[in-house]
């Protein structure tokens, strides 16, 4: 039989039951849209994150003690801090460098007359906020006397100023950080959310020897943070930092290093790859409802051959090959299957868009998981209308003739 | 032997010959003879009432004769092709281009039109759409039901849907017309019309038409009646010249 007319005919026994039809094309359409809505929205997903480092600076590096995210907390802990002085010399011997901040960051309780924050105080340099690309809403930066002199200054991200202040002028007044009084100099523009879900506005930034000397009493440096200039590869300044830092440290030439230099690249990897995993992880339980649709379909069209007995045996006494049955049945829950995948291609896709304005996520359309999920819902519809499809062309046809 | 497909033979042969057709069910002590060593044949234009109570070996027959069914032993021979002797499909290719099918159920297909019914067994035979869709109109204008093309079966009385029925038996222009019980569903007025109807295309086209009934009113409409009983042929009234 010709192709075209065994889809007319798959066509016409499906319109004969439009209710079961649908009912039965639920499963399909639930699976699909669920796994096209889970992918559209991890893709989105890890766009922003790999879009919200990338406005940090893709040229950042990050030069810590320690081995960094390889090995457990221990090995950083046990490795000797910087010092200023380290930074100084990054700043001096490495070529191709727009900005050096050295950085060390501790908690510390706010307090603005009644009113209180919890919140994180980094004591850097006025670099840092160039590496950053963060302004000023309003007041002014550190000047370099009052950084080499450690002068109790500060400026104020969004959040905490809103704690302290609500919606008055902050700059000008005075506040304690712990039991130190700073005056506020400046508050920094609003940043949102980082991709690493943490308040970039909830920050008290001050001078580097301020902090040292004042709240920890030592001269260690955490961190150092580095941008390269436009054009000048990370790679190679990462190099050159690495070089440098193992002569600085006297590390032998077989030992591994005892910091870590990372780029933005490897944390963008680093969490682009955490979404993947957990895009792949949803999209895979997604695909289990897909299987159970399969099984929907399998059931309906073993009742379908069952109800459908001596249609079948009639098309065999006129003259249909048992394997004109086959493809008809196996014809027909191809199309019931593939027409779920279609509706929940676009279900999943309308769900994928709403979902993506709701929680602030691109919205990415990937053409390759559409026709694969469109593939694997006819699949589902062969698997599983295989058997039912089998059954109804091994029918005897007196048999068949005969049921009531 | 040939394609069956292709097989066109001499009318001086007889369209049907059983050569010792025995059917056995089961095995061994409890094994049942349903036919045992019938010889018969029916030429071409004949039309045949098959006649017996149940369980007499008549349905068999009818499923060997329609090549649903294969003979465990002697030969059936149709237009000179031993049908015991083809595979499965090659009988079914033999009924999609020599056979006709009447059910006393009409098993029409349901929620589809008469029109399409009608086309079912030349989809099967790959005629092309508009071609098909001319032959089911003309077949279906020749049991008057021209101006019931698209209706479904739900929409036609019994006596239109066995029309209908044999307008999808016919447009293929059989060699045979096989009719299981054909006015078993309908009341005697409907019969009648249905019986007339089939004594006029054996007739008129010289359709052979073999038809299995226990009614003898409708047996009557045939010229020659064959009776079953216990899986032998009994009673061969005959006007021709016989087995």
């Known amino acids: ?404 | 032997m040939g394609d069956p497909m292709h097989a066109k033979c001499p009318v001086t042969r007889n369209l049907i010959e059983f050569q010792g057709v025995t059917k056995r069910y089961g095995k061994g002590q409890a094994a049942i003879r349903a036919l045992d060593g019938i010889d018969f044949s029916i030429s071409q234009g004949e039309f045949v009432a098959v006649m017996g109570p149940s369980g007499s070996g008549k349905s068999t027959c009818m499923n060997i004769l329609g090549c649903l069914d294969t003979p465990s032993s002697g030969t059936y021979l149709f237009d000179g092709v031993a049908v015991g002797s083809l595979s499965q499909d090659q009988r079914a290719i033999l009924r999609r281009h020599c056979l006709g099918f009447i059910f006393q159920g009409f098993n029409l297909l349901s929620r589809t039109s008469a029109l399409e019914n009608v086309e079912l067994p030349l989809i099967y035979r790959k005629v092309p759409v508009r071609e098909r869709r001319r032959m089911a109109h003309k077949a279906l204008a020749a049991v008057g039901l021209e101006n019931w093309c698209h209706h479904t079966p739900g929409e036609l009385s019994g006596g239109q849907q066995q029309r209908v029925a044999i307008a999808r038996a016919i447009v293929s222009e059989p060699r045979l017309l096989l009719a299981d019980e054909p006015t078993g569903n309908l009341d005697t007025v409907r019969s009648r019309e249905i019986m007339e109807m089939l004594a006029g295309f054996n007739r008129d086209q010289g359709l052979t038409i073999v038809m299995v009934t226990h009614e003898t009113e409708m047996a009557a409409y045939a010229a020659r009646r064959i009776h079953f009983l216990d899986g032998h042929l009994v009673d061969n009234t005959q006007e021709t010249e016989g087995a």
């Open chain 1, 1 to 404: 039989m010709m192709f075209w007319e065994t889809y007319l005919l798959a066509q016409r026994a499906i319109r004969r039951n439009v209710l079961r039809s649908s009912l039965t094309v639920l499963g399909i359409v639930i699976g699909v849209a669920a796994v096209i809505a889970m992918v559209t929205l991890g893709s989105g997903a890890t766009a922003k994150v790999t879009g919200d480092i990338s406005k940090l600076g893709s040229n950042m590096l990050h030069v810590r003690p320690g081995q960094g995210m390889r090995g457990p907390g221990g090995a950083r802990a046990s490795a000797a801090p910087f010092k200023v002085e380290d930074a100084d010399a990054i700043e001096h011997t490495v070529a191709g460098l727009m900005a050096v901040a050295p950085t060390v960051t501790v908690a510390r309780q706010a307090i603005s007359g009644s009113a209180n924050w919890s919140t994180s105080v980094t004591g850097t340099t006025p670099a840092f906020l160039d590496i950053k690309g963060w302004q000023l809403e309003e007041g002014r930066s550190f000047t370099p006397g009052e950084v080499r002199s450690g002068k109790a200054v500060c400026l104020l991200g969004q959040t905490v100023k809103k704690q302290l202040f609500e919606n008055d002028a902050a700059t000008g007044t005075a506040i304690r950080l712990g039991k130190i009084a700073f005056k506020v100099i400046g508050t920094l523009k609003e940043k949102g959310q980082s991709s690493f879900g943490t308040d970039q506005d909830d920050i008290v930034i001050i001078p580097l020897r301020t902090l040292q000397r004042r709240m920890k009493g030592n001269t260690d440096v955490s961190a150092i943070m580095v941008s390269a200039d436009d054009g000048v590869s990370t790679e190679t300044v990462k190099a050159d930092i690495e070089r440098l830092m193992r002569e600085r440290r006297g590390i032998k030439p077989n030992a591994e290093d005892d910091f870590n230099v990372r780029d933005m690249k490897e944390i963008i990897d680093t969490l682009t790859g955490t979404t993947k995993v957990l895009t792949a992880l949803l999209a895979s339980v997604a695909g289990v409802s897909l299987l159970v649709g399969g099984i929907g379909i399998m059931n309906i069209m073993m009742v379908s051959v069952t109800e459908r007995t001596r249609e079948i045996g009639t098309r065999l006494a006129i003259g249909a090959l048992a394997r004109d049955v086959l493809m008809q049945f196996l014809v027909e829950s191809v199309v019931l299957s593939s027409f779920g995948g279609v509706i929940g291609i676009v279900f999943g896709l309308s769900a994928a868009g709403i979902g993506a304005n709701l929680i602030g996520v691109p919205f990415i359309f990937k053409p390759g998981i559409v026709a694969c999920a469109f593939l694997f819902s006819g699949a589902v519809g062969v698997v599983f209308g295989y058997f039912p499809a089998r059954r109804a062309a091994r029918l005897d046809p007196i048999v068949a003739l005969r049921y009531e």
